[in-house]
């Protein structure tokens, strides 16, 4: 794993905003993962901002994002379709054609996980995906568990995870649902390229067991030690343990 550490969350945002904007240059068809939370908030702002001063052609981008909630429409404030609509999604020229999100609808939830299966592979996979890492060390919606899934599937979610999106529901952890669809460890690992970001004490550990210690499925974040294109990226705080 390559390791880049930052000496605030904005120089973080700065640099990865500007690596992203040289791939879509570089490759303006580039299909991205992309994560939800608080921490890619700052990263969406400069890659907006970038995207005003520059002009950067994102038309011929393909996204999929990571991870959806049960239950909630993507017009539901709360749901991560909301979300990436407020952040970036309103402020790009991305065709609606080339976005691709899990449906948190779906009657049919094996459907919806399969046909993300096969969106993501009908585009020729994903390129670069941006994951962030919770305190608990899940990726995308990959909680720890004996056992992970490979593919997209639905989860339950952790307590720690819901008390983590509290924010997005009014700052109660209760309203926040109970079960989400997400990528599988499969569907991440094999992006050809992956970029992990983390801010703040809180995921000190977490980042820290995840360079450090075995690969195991208790922290799912571990078997990006598998992968052969990683940086993580991090500020001060959350590179607190690695000293
Ligand atoms: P956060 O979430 O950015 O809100 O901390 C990260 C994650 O859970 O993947």
């Given at each position: 794993?390559?390791?880049?550490?930052y000496?605030?969350?904005?120089?973080?945002a700065?640099?990865?905003a500007s690596?992203v904007?040289?791939?879509?240059r570089?490759q303006?068809?580039?299909?991205?993962?992309?994560?939800?939370?608080?921490?890619?908030?700052?990263?969406y702002g400069e890659?907006v901002?970038?995207?005003?001063r520059?002009?950067l052609?994102?038309?011929?981008?393909?996204t999929?994002?990571?991870?959806?909630?049960?239950g909630?429409?993507?017009?539901?404030?709360?749901?991560?379709?909301s979300?990436?609509?407020?952040?970036?999604?309103a402020?790009?020229?991305?065709?609606?054609?080339?976005?691709?999100?899990?449906?948190?609808?779906?009657?049919?939830?094996?459907?919806?996980?399969?046909?993300y299966?096969?969106?993501?592979?009908?585009a020729?996979?994903?390129?670069?995906?941006i994951?962030?890492?919770?305190?608990?060390?899940?990726?995308?919606?990959?909680?720890?568990?004996?056992?992970?899934?490979?593919?997209?599937?639905?989860?339950?979610?952790?307590d720690e995870?819901?008390?983590g999106?509290?924010?997005?529901?009014g700052?109660d952890?209760?309203?926040?649902?109970?079960?989400?669809?997400?990528?599988?460890?499969?569907?991440?690992?094999?992006?050809?390229?992956?970029?992990?970001?983390?801010?703040?004490?809180?995921?000190?550990?977490?980042?820290?067991?995840?360079?450090?210690?075995?690969?195991?499925?208790?922290?799912?974040?571990?078997?990006?030690?598998?992968?052969?294109?990683?940086?993580?990226?991090?500020d001060?705080?959350a590179?607190g343990?690695?000293?």
């Amino acid at each position: 794993m390559k390791l880049e550490i930052y000496e605030s969350e904005h120089h973080l945002a700065l640099a990865l905003a500007s690596a992203v904007a040289g791939a879509i240059r570089r490759q303006p068809d580039m299909v991205l993962g992309l994560p939800t939370g608080r921490t890619p908030i700052a990263l969406y702002g400069e890659l907006v901002r970038l995207t005003c001063r520059e002009g950067l052609d994102w038309s011929r981008v393909r996204t999929f994002n990571l991870d959806e909630f049960v239950g909630l429409s993507a017009e539901t404030p709360g749901s991560y379709r909301s979300f990436m609509h407020q952040h970036l999604f309103a402020h790009v020229n991305l065709a609606g054609r080339h976005i691709g999100f899990l449906d948190g609808l779906a009657a049919d939830v094996e459907a919806e996980c399969d046909r993300y299966e096969r969106a993501i592979a009908a585009a020729g996979g994903i390129d670069l995906v941006i994951l962030g890492i919770g305190a608990n060390g899940h990726i995308g919606f990959n909680e720890p568990a004996p056992a992970l899934a490979s593919r997209t599937h639905r989860v339950a979610l952790e307590d720690e995870s819901r008390a983590g999106n509290a924010l997005w529901f009014g700052g109660d952890a209760a309203r926040v649902p109970r079960e989400a669809l997400s990528m599988g460890m499969a569907t991440i690992l094999n992006a050809r390229e992956v970029v992990l970001i983390a801010t703040g004490e809180g995921k000190a550990d977490a980042v820290a067991a995840m360079i450090r210690g075995g690969i195991t499925t208790e922290l799912p974040a571990s078997f990006l030690q598998l992968h052969p294109h990683v940086t993580v990226m991090l500020d001060e705080a959350a590179a607190g343990d690695l000293r």
